[in-house]
């Protein structure tokens, strides 16, 4: 059951259909619900929208700011997370990135609805500046030249408060075990990590900084992770044929990473098209290692 699929459907009819206390750790990258990343996602339109390095309309991603959104966040997570904590055995592990301006409203989700929050990590990257310039507004508006030069000159090159992106954060929350670490370990293997075999800076104790580069194929996907950066916490927080699931499974990285790490995988994917390519590039992951 649930062995290595990724459904195209919506993860909130498909966590109807999983039993109790069967995955062992949720791994997973929900919308961001930021300029049209929402529950409405649609791949086709937002790439279309944002091909102009990073500019949605006119406005760099990120730069429409409304509250709203991070409280709409929440309110599409919270009933979402009251199944993952259902669906996961006790002391089981949910890691759930959430854009960095959202995660307090990610972790206050996973938090109501019964998870503790351990931690929260960082995934370490080198992003592209996005701040932009005001210089252009200023020129273009009809003011005399000497009130356009008074204008550039106070503003001394400032841009849009946008920092240069170098991390994307991942809350890591817990489901309350039974009894003691010792005890939950015996009877459902969760609760603990492995520290022993880390895959990124293996020679080091794993922290919470992890760094890994962007990948390079995105398989059609805006958003796509690392696969070794999957694998780097899957190996961590799970053992080997445990369940992991990924609710909003995207291209399929984190089934990819799950096989490889040697575990079962159920994953869905509400856009029809990106579950078809996921499904694939898993079906040619698992032929390869069957002939190799």
Known sequence: MFHNVIDATDCRKAMDNIPENVVSMILTDPPYFIDGMDNNWDHSVLKKRARNAGVVGSLPIGMKFDYMQARKLYEFLLPICKQWVRILKPGGFALCFSQNRMVHRTALAMEEAGFEIRDVLAWK???????????????????????????????????????????????????????????????????????????????????????????????????????????????????????????????????????????????????????????????????????A
């Open 125 to 291: 990257y080198e992003g592209q500046a996005k701040a932009f310039s005001q210089d252009h507004f200023i020129r273009k508006r009809k003011i005399s030249n000497r009130e356009k030069k008074r204008l550039l000159k106070k503003l001394g090159g400032r841009k849009t408060p946008q920092l240069k992106p170098q991390c994307e954060l991942i809350v890591l929350g817990q489901v309350p075990k039974e009894s003691t670490f010792v005890d939950n370990w015996d009877k459902w293997e969760t609760g603990l990590i492995d520290i022993n075999n880390p895959l990124i800076q293996p020679d080091k104790f794993p922290g919470t900084i992890i760094p890994a580069k962007k990948p390079k194929e995105r398989y059609d996907h805006m958003t796509a992770k690392p696969v070794d950066l999957l694998r780097h916490l899957i190996r961590i927080f799970s053992v080997e044929n445990s369940l992991i699931f990924d609710p909003f499974a995207g291209s399929g990285s984190t089934g990819v990473a799950a096989i490889v790490e040697r575990r079962r995988f159920y994953g869905t994917e509400i856009d029809k098209s990106m579950a078809t390519k996921a499904r694939q590039r898993i079906k040619v992951l698992e032929n390869d290692r069957i002939t």
